[in-house]
């Protein structure tokens, strides 16, 4: 099975650009010179907080995410979405046999998913650890994803 969240993730950039200018909007429109003795009115900064908040969830959260498990080696990878186009940042690949499939574990919180993939290593003693940011992966595909981890977790168990 083969799969990513483009489509998903697509707006992510626009939108991220227009929080970001709400921001600097707000945050020019908030700064007054004035001559006389009134105080700074400190409710103007609670749309440049709530933008701030918005745009730093975004920018951590905004991770584009590709699944394949053709073949006989599962493939994850995940990217930045801001700047993706230009340069590679905040990649994270991972290309394993599925034999190697211990365990996985996909945590659902109100505004973020991430999944945990347990890889068996030779080097180390234990698994290796992997997690991934799926928050924009749809519902539709997070099933996907889990049934077909559980089919290569179900095939590991019969071998060994």
Same mark, same amino acid.
């Given at each position: ?19 970001? *200018?709400?921001?600097? +909007?707000? #945050? ?7 001559? @006389? @003795? ?14 701030? *908040?918005? #745009? ?11 699944? @394949?498990? @053709? ?10 979405? !801001? $700047? ?25 919180? $109100? ?7 347990? $890889?068996?290593?030779?080097?180390? &003693? ?10 924009? !992966?749809? &519902?539709?595909? +997070?099933?996907? !994803? ?13 071998? #060994?």
């Amino acid at each position: 099975m083969r799969f990513n969240n483009k489509k998903e993730t697509s707006i992510v950039p626009s939108i991220y650009i227009i929080v970001v *200018a709400v921001f600097i +909007t707000n #945050a020019f429109a908030s700064v007054e010179i004035k001559y @006389d @003795d009134v105080p700074f009115n400190y409710s103007s900064l609670i749309p440049n907080v709530i933008a701030l *908040a918005i #745009a730093v969830y975004i920018f951590t959260v905004g991770k584009s995410f590709e699944f @394949d498990s @053709d073949g006989e080696t599962i493939n994850f990878k995940s990217n930045g979405l !801001l $700047i993706s186009k230009f340069m590679r940042y905040r990649e994270q690949r991972t290309e394993v046999p599925k034999a190697k499939l211990q365990n996985f574990k996909i945590e659902n919180y $109100i505004l973020y998913k991430r999944l945990h993939v347990f $890889i068996h290593s030779r080097n180390k &003693r234990g698994y290796r650890h992997y997690k991934y940011n799926i928050t924009f !992966l749809s &519902r539709k595909k +997070t099933k996907a !994803l889990r049934i077909s981890l559980a089919k290569v977790m179900e095939k590991n168990k019969a071998k #060994a």
